[in-house]
């Protein structure tokens, strides 16, 4: 019996010995995206075009879709997310597409068993929502299909399905303005540090919002450092947007001497190119 069982296991490590690891034909593709304190993940294979037609042709109109090729698409975010009014639960699924010539319905899947697109087993009960989506044809060809985001800020994103002449935006919506509101409250009630007060300060300019509050954050962020050329110049774009003018030429001209005295050119140019502006703006408001 040990004899037997040595000679089939030889025989099944020869197998897998003379196995030949080729290439897939749509390649395995991972994107990672921050917007605000969430991350977006979502990992996917790209079909190749290879000449065919896509939609209405490899991609049929009126039938589910893998949106990629291989194992169905996964998407995956560690907060919650709202999607064109829909709230979606920290997690992972699927995602599926029905694609029509005048819209696209747009499918996040709970169920992430299925593989492919689930089309004998896909059951709707399991969607957690479907968003339509009207599709926009764009001059470029894209010859594999590609996920990606765009248009990116604290608070939002796009993600984009691009594949031939057709492009499909996804908006995607976070809540990050309300966890920084908590987290600055819990951080300037706790031990706050320069740091913390610049970085409270640098959030709500640019956010754009209480400008004032930001104002006496940078205050308290000078006192407790001292000079500092970034903690200036975050300064004077708050002054600027309160409309102090000639407050942001000062809080400017100070940040870039001390950005000079660093070697930070950048932080010079931008400074220099403040100054003019905001000078210009406080002649034509003394007229």
């Known amino acids: 019996m040990k004899v037997l069982n040595?000679?089939?296991?030889?025989?099944?490590?020869?197998?897998?010995?003379?196995?030949?690891?080729?290439?897939k034909a749509s390649p395995f593709s991972k994107v990672e995206q921050d917007v605000g304190l969430t991350k977006i993940t979502i990992a996917y294979s790209r079909p190749g075009a290879n000449g065919r037609k896509v939609l209405g042709g490899l991609v049929p109109y009126g039938r589910i879709w893998r949106v990629?090729?291989?194992e169905s698409t996964k998407f995956t975010a560690d907060d919650d997310l709202n999607i064109m009014g829909n709230n979606l639960p920290e997690g992972t699924y699927a995602l599926y597409a029905f694609p029509y010539e005048g819209h696209w319905d747009v499918v996040f899947h709970k169920n992430t068993e299925h593989w492919g697109d689930g089309r004998k087993a896909y059951d709707p009960e399991d969607d957690a929502f479907r968003i339509r989506i009207k599709p926009q044809e764009i001059p470029n060809y894209q010859e594999n299909f590609l996920i990606t985001f765009d248009e990116i800020d604290h608070n939002s994103i796009n993600m984009l399905w691009i594949w031939e002449h057709t492009l499909l935006k996804i908006p995607i919506s976070v809540?990050?303005?309300?966890?920084?509101?908590?987290?600055?409250?819990?951080?300037?009630?706790?031990n706050p540090t320069a740091q913390t007060y610049y970085e409270a300060a640098r959030y709500l300019q640019e956010q754009g919002e209480s400008y004032p509050e930001a104002l006496s954050y940078l205050n308290k962020a000078i006192e407790l450092e001292g000079d500092t050329?970034?903690?200036?110049?975050?300064?004077?774009?708050?002054?600027?947007?309160?409309k102090d003018y000639g407050s942001a030429i000062i809080s400017a001209q100070k940040s870039l001497e001390l950005a000079q005295k660093e070697d930070k050119d950048e932080f010079v140019r931008m400074n220099e190119q403040n100054i003019s502006v905001w000078s210009l703006k406080q002649v034509n408001t003394k007229q």
Request: hydrophobic letters at 50%; glycine letters at 2%.
């Open 175 to 190: 809540d990050t303005d309300t966890k920084m509101r908590q987290e600055i409250a819990f951080k300037i009630a706790e």
């Open 6 to 23: 040595l000679i089939l296991f030889t025989c099944f490590s020869t197998v897998l010995a003379a196995q030949i690891e080729a290439p």
């Open 229 to 242: 050329y970034y903690f200036y110049r975050v300064k004077s774009l708050v002054e600027a947007a309160l």
């Open 68 to 70: 990629g090729a291989n």
